[in-house]
């Protein structure tokens, strides 16, 4: 119910201004004492109106930025619409939101402000409408924003955690089986924007001629228009976490065609196992193909994402997560894996003595082992660290160095491969 007084109307000042000014032309008409006063109101109350509609019209090519002549009618038709009370409302959308609406909905035409970096979607109250991008759009009555799109790229991601016993694999989290059964989780990244219309990379300000962003209508209208829903209470999942879902239903299907040892063992001269994951999903939700080039068929997901207006630029996959139980495994195997390898303590200076890298860069971790100790990730990779630091001081030729660091590169993998973490390399369009 709109409890705003009738006073406070702008129909009421219109209407009150007009009686007062009615009564004080009759009052001098009457004291002006005129041979033909019916004729002298006639006259007045014509030019009273012409004097009126050429200084609204006047006005309403300034308060708004119109060009066409079709423009200058629809704001002079909103003016007058205003001072009868029987306007819409003016409503502002920045970068994908609804930042204000001014002015009440009273089923009048309306006015809507749309920046650069948006879209939007109108209805009335039965139906969508059409939809709208950057600049001046004139509703007509009744019709009002249903949806604002920001048409940038945009970014979600779901953390992994690590896996507990009973621990559901829900669509908010990370968890998948692999083929033989071991639970484990990793952090899920994606990068995406409303499908500009074709495969080439977005223009995104590349162009100085040309606005920054692309607004597809038609993707903006399939974006609202396609509302899904999620499960449990059956909540409405907004167009912008669709590719985040679809991004872990892909990963649980992906991990689900592998052991564990081949996610976390890779093999000489292939990409990192993680980073095969990765571009195994992005083939199935990134549109890649060439200019010219036969497209495959596309996937049901590329479907989906296309019924809803959407195109997924990069997906990112990293941090794998087991359970405690293997973790500590994995940890202990490669612990007997070092000892194995490391050999004794050597005091021998790097800079005389090639050694093997274990050897080099593992002396303060092997003397605290030694010495009983048991130290924890983080303990490790601080004494490695600081071993390394140590040898590059010491290498005088660069040759030495730059073999040195693919020494380190190479023990980087051994330890990410032991305890179960890998990081993927650059890859698609993703920021």
Partial sequence: MDAEPFYRKPWFGTLAGTVFLALVYLW?????????????????????????????????????PVRS???RRQALARLLAYLLGQHGP?????????ARQQGDDQGGPGVAFVD?????????????????GPGVTFTAPGERLAEAIDVRRQMRTLPGQ??????????????????????LAADLGVTFMLDPGHNLA??????????PYEVNLQAAERAAYGHAYGDGDREDLPWTELPLRLVVDVWREEVKRHRLDDLLSPLSGDPAPVERLQAAIEARLCATSAPGAASPAPSKELQVLAARGIRVLSVSVGNLFLPDRLQEQRMERWRQEWLASAG????????????TPWSLLTRSLRGEVDAGASPDLERTLQLILSDAIDVADRLPDPADRQRFGADLRSIGVALGAAIGTSHPGESGGGE
Avoid: M
Wanted: aromatic fraction near 4%; proline fraction near 9%; avoid cysteine.
């Fill in 69 to 71: 002549l079709d423009e």
């Fill in 28 to 64: 001098a008409l009457k004291a002006s004492s005129l041979l033909q006063p019916g004729l002298t109101f006639l006259i007045d109350t014509v030019l009273f109106v012409a004097t009126l509609l050429a200084g609204a019209t006047l006005a309403s090519q300034f308060v708004l």
């Fill in 162 to 183: 690590r896996p507990r016993a009973g621990d559901p694999p829900e669509a908010t989290s990370s968890l998948a089986l692999t083929g033989d059964g071991v639970v």
């Fill in 90 to 98: 003016v409503t502002f959308v920045d970068n994908g939101r609804l």
């Fill in 202 to 211: 977005p223009r995104e300000g590349r162009s100085p001629q040309l606005p």
């Fill in 344 to 355: 004794p303590r050597s005091s021998a200076d790097p800079s005389a003595s090639p050694g």
């Fill in 116 to 132: 650069l970096a948006s879209a939007s979607v109108l209805r009335t109250a039965t139906r969508f409408t059409r939809a709208i």
